[in-house]
């Protein structure tokens, strides 16, 4: 008999990440260096690499809110943290349109090519350069 996978059964909250800022911290350095192995010389390639790279950003983004006593589940709850945080807020723009672009690769097709990759790498590396020098 399958057991389907079961959240609880694992421990998991679906209200929150509730992770330490090291372990988001480590979280969003394994993405990044999964997302450098993908091999991207096809369309789904890419859009996973692209979608790894926003999840090393979410990761680098929760790590900070961390430290604030905050944390999210939700996609939309968090982009509202980081809009209303000064320390962060500048990270918001490069956050959404990655955001926006991962959720293109994961749920339409797109035709995403390395130029989107490319792009989605400068939005972390811009959001790296906001949250990184907080945490």
């Not at 990761?59 to 320390?87: C, M, V, W």
């Not at 956050?95 to 989107?116: K, M, P």
Request: proline share 1%; net charge positive; glycine share 4%.
């Amino acid at each position: 008999m399958i057991r389907a996978w079961n959240s609880r059964s694992y421990g998991r909250s679906s209200k929150a990440l509730r992770l330490t800022k090291e372990q988001h911290l480590t979280k969003a350095v394994e993405n990044e260096r999964f997302a450098a192995t993908i091999d991207t010389s096809t369309v789904t390639g890419v859009e996973w690499a692209i979608t790894v790279t926003f999840y090393a950003a979410l990761h680098y983004i929760q790590a900070y809110l961390s430290t604030r006593g905050q944390s999210y589940f939700r996609h939309e709850s968090r982009g509202d943290a980081i809009q209303k945080d000064p320390n962060i807020r500048n990270a918001y723009d490069d956050y959404r349109e990655l955001y926006d672009i991962a959720r293109d690769a994961r749920y339409d097709f797109c035709n995403l090519q390395s130029g989107h990759l490319k792009f989605a790498n400068e939005c972390l590396v811009a959001i790296k350069a906001v949250v990184v020098p907080h945490l």
